[in-house]
Nanobody, 123 residues
Framework: QVQLVDSGGGLVQPGGSLRLSCAAAGRTFTTYIMAWFRQGPGEEREFVAAISRHGGTTWYEDSVNGRFTISRDNAKNTAYLQMNSLKPEDTAVYYC????????????????WGQGTQVTVSS
């Protein structure tokens, strides 16, 4: 069992930045690929970014590539999502996820979810 706690969301103006954090407790953190998904109002939950177990490989959804950076600190059992140059279309609830996949995880491959943190980009 793994417990994930997301934090760091908020209201930010277009062009601004936020850093999301995901603190994990329970089984060995490095057992899992860590990922972020998001769900906008009336939309399906979608993949945003993922990072391999020891941080050597990352994957990004095309619309965030170059603006968002995923990272992890295995000593602190924490994953991060640095979001820069935010746009109104980035507004969503962001969910941390842990997956046993060996590649970019699909929704069906997520083993554990955080509770979600709201990100609102608006002037």
């Amino acid at each position: 069992q793994v417990q994930l706690v997301d934090s760091g969301g908020g209201l930010v103006q277009p062009g601004g930045s936020l850093r999301l954090s995901c603190a994990a407790a329970g089984r060995t953190f490095t057992t899992y690929i860590m990922a972020w998904f998001r769900q906008g109002p009336g939309e399906e939950r979608e993949f945003v970014a993922a990072i391999s177990r020891h941080g050597g490989t990352t994957w990004y959804e095309d619309s965030v590539n170059g603006r968002f950076t995923i990272s992890r600190d295995n000593a602190k059992n924490t994953a991060y999502l640095q979001m820069n140059s935010l746009k109104p279309e980035d507004t969503a609830v962001y969910y941390c996820a842990a997956s046993s996949s060996w590649y970019k995880p699909r929704l069906s491959e997520v083993s554990y979810w955080g509770q979600g943190t709201q990100v609102t980009v608006s002037s």
